[in-house]
């Protein structure tokens, strides 16, 4: 995406700097990095007076971030940002606007303190940010990722392919009208992160972080985990407890842990997700979010690539859905602070509504949704079965007959396959490909046809047996997890049939980032 | 690399190097040059007889522990020998199956290729979608005249889709094929 300028003068040396206060940033940045090395040092450097010895690491670290700082350059351009860096070796980086796909503005605690953001500007692909600016002065973050915000929008020629007709407002607004300008398309005042605290339990990775943490401590877990036991039993004799009284205290022990775990939850719902708002200026979509560190992150409408929206058992009791979608920058899935999260929590309507705004024209409310063969549920069932069998073999030669309760879990799962096998669908009307699942907790995924990639129809051993097949559809910026769209179970004869429509379509249109 | 064994052994050699018709039924699919079957028989042969002799020669340590032998080498050799053969012979069988069920067909959609049985899978990159292409060529793969074309897409579960020993002019000319259709797109 970059490309070097080989016309760049090497001895004009103009454009902006960083802040004077980013060499402490860059310095805590490569803290991180060296934090492993340092604390070796500090630990197994004693004895022999080499305390020193991780203060000259830091003046190397201090001296090499201020050498960086006078040696950073950037300077904003008609269409491009052209950033210098290194005075010995000197390095000049063009970007052109039009390719960047996300800009974020990150200020933690310590960059609030001094007034400063750190930006970074995002291509598709690549591992790493396209450039990072740490730090600016959080106005002149603002303005360039402002400029970025409208050139991007208006640059000739940027992106393969990109549409020249579109959004009419994208461009005319002015970059002091910047705040009022943006229309806020979903905001989440204090009851809402309430919920989305209970709804989302955030808290218990926390705690099962703190377990693990505690459990890699060896000798000092048990120490601690008595230490916890006597606080909570010190004030009672458990000696003379009988059954039911052990099993109220269970119970009681157990919901006030859940209690917490749940508060917990929310606390850092509201650390995290305090002031949310998802706001549009012309083509970009920009979140803001954060109590102590604030995140903000822009991206144009169109680079979004995928869908998911969520119903869990706690969304329905609460009348809420997530909304997410999947962007394709570099690393952006397992960096929290890019645009994924469209709508944390929000009612079925709101994402209905936000889907039909960001999406005019697709009938994503109004697909017909294809059902699968109701022998389905086999499939869906049948690999709970061998899992139930180990458990209740486990259960029963551990415990004896009661074990065999464990078995009582078949009948449930028999249950929820019929439902998800009934509820299981998918649809394609031209615009979007869709595949909706699960009954107990409830997801949908589509994409545009635009954005899907290469479609694959594969079977294994046992689809070879019943004549089905799944089909992939794949698009760009997916986790881990692989695509979303990955849809099992259908017939082979319609498998086929599908990605030959899709690919003749694909075919004809060129691809749109 | 530069004369192996492998290639005085190898009786397709002089064949010639157009695929035969694909009995699938479906029309244009073309399958691997005869020559690819040797490199099939490397990739995957070989990967899995090494992996033989490693767990035989484990199994037969095990066992001599277990068994309180006075010596582990006996038992050791014996079960890497047999891990090695039997590894090995499935693992040929394996390619040769690889090899006879990987095919490719170019149309005005695109590339599709088809690989496996037990696991087939049938991938379809339309060639609007393609970003770049590779042709990889080994020093044995030069000598037998084929190639590796890896498409490379813009997916994440996708994104690079091998067509493995292809004839190599044929690996040239889909590539000229489907970077035509990228030009021709970024000028669109």
Not at chain 1, 302 to 308: G, L, S, T, V
Not at chain 2, 137 to 163: E, M
């Amino acid at each position: 995406m970059t490309t070097p300028d080989p016309a760049a003068p090497a001895t004009v040396v103009a454009g902006h700097r960083l802040h004077p206060m980013s060499w402490l940033f860059e310095l805590i940045a490569q803290l991180r990095q060296f934090l492993v090395p340092l604390l070796a040092l500090v630990v197994f450097g004693q004895g022999d007076r080499s305390e020193l010895w991780p203060l000259a690491g830091v003046a190397v670290l201090v001296a090499a971030s201020l050498w960086r700082y006078f040696a950073f350059r950037y300077q904003p351009e008609a269409d491009q940002l052209v950033l210098r860096t290194g005075l010995l070796s000197r390095n000049v980086r063009v970007v052109p606007y039009g390719r960047i796909h996300n800009v974020a503005v990150d200020q933690t605690l310590l960059h609030r303190l001094f007034d400063v953001a750190s930006v970074r500007l995002e291509s598709a692909g690549g591992k790493k940010p396209e450039a990072e600016m740490r730090v600016l002065r959080l106005d002149q973050a603002l303005a360039l990722e402002d400029l970025i915000r409208h050139r991007g929008a208006t640059a000739p020629g940027s992106g393969a392919g990109e549409p020249s007709v579109g959004d009419p407002t994208a461009g005319c607004d002015h970059p002091e009208s910047m705040a009022t300008s943006g229309t806020v398309l979903h905001h989440l005042p204090a009851g809402e992160l309430l919920r989305l605290g209970i709804i989302s339990n955030r808290g218990m990775v926390l705690v099962a972080a703190a377990f693990a943490l505690v459990g890699q401590s060896g000798e000092n877990a048990a120490r601690i985990f008595e230490a916890l036991g006597r606080w909570l039993f010190g004030w009672v004799d458990t000696s003379a407890f009988d059954t039911a009284q052990w099993v109220v205290a269970g119970t009681t022990l157990l919901l006030a842990a859940l209690l917490g775990v749940r508060l917990l939850s929310v606390l850092l719902a509201v650390l995290q997700f305090h002031g949310f708002t998802l706001a549009e200026y012309g083509r970009r979509l920009t979140v803001e979010r954060g109590l102590l560190a604030r995140w903000r992150t822009s991206t144009p409408r169109r680079r979004i690539q995928a869908w998911r929206m969520q119903e869990g058992v706690i969304h329905r009791l609460l009348d809420r859905r997530t909304l997410k979608v999947d962007i394709a920058t570099g690393g952006g899935q397992e960096d929290a602070r890019s645009l994924r999260e469209l709508v944390p929590v929000g009612t079925p309507e709101q994402c209905r509504a936000l889907v039909a705004h960001l999406l005019p024209g697709s009938g994503w409310d109004r697909l017909e949704w294809m059902p699968f063969r109701p022998a389905t549920w086999w499939r869906l069932f049948w690999p709970s079965l061998p899992l139930v069998a180990v458990a209740t073999a486990v259960l029963c030669w551990r415990f004896g007959a009661p074990g065999l309760l464990a078995a009582l879990w078949l009948p449930w799962a028999a249950f929820k396959a019929r439902r998800q096998a009934a509820r299981m669908g998918w649809a394609f009307n031209g615009r979007v490909a869709a595949f909706r699942t699960g009954w107990w907790s409830r997801h949908w995924y589509w994409a545009e046809l635009d954005k899907l990639q290469a479609l694959r129809v594969s079977r294994n051993p046992v689809d070879r047996r019943l004549g089905t097949a799944t089909l992939v559809l794949d698009t760009a910026g997916a986790g881990a997890l692989g695509p979303p769209l990955r849809i099992p179970f259908l017939p082979l004869r319609r498998a086929l049939a599908l990605q030959h429509r899709l690919a003749g379509e694909l075919a004809r249109r060129p691809l749109r980032w | 690399m530069t004369q192996s064994p492998m290639d005085e052994t190898a009786p397709e050699q002089a064949q010639p190097r157009t695929a035969p018709p694909d009995r699938t039924g479906d029309t244009g699919w073309r399958r691997l040059p005869p020559a690819a079957r040797l490199l099939f028989l490397l990739d995957t042969g070989i990967g899995l007889a090494i992996a033989g002799l490693v767990l035989g020669g484990l199994a037969g340590l095990l066992a001599s522990w277990r068994l309180d032998l006075p010596s582990p080498l006996p038992p050791v050799l014996q079960g890497a020998a047999t891990g090695l053969l039997v590894l090995g012979l499935w693992g040929c069988w394996l390619a040769v199956r690889q090899y006879q069920r990987t095919a490719w067909r170019l149309d005005d959609k695109g590339l599709s290729v088809r690989r496996g049985r037990l696991w087939w899978s049938e991938t379809r990159v339309p060639a609007s979608r393609v970003q770049h292409l590779d042709i990889q060529r080994g020093p044995l793969q030069r000598r037998r005249g084929v190639s590796s074309l890896v498409v490379h897409t813009a997916g994440s579960a996708a994104s690079a889709v091998t067509v493995p020993h292809m004839d190599a002019a044929d690996a040239e000319h889909l590539r000229e094929r489907l970077s035509r259709r990228i030009e021709d797109d970024d000028d669109a």
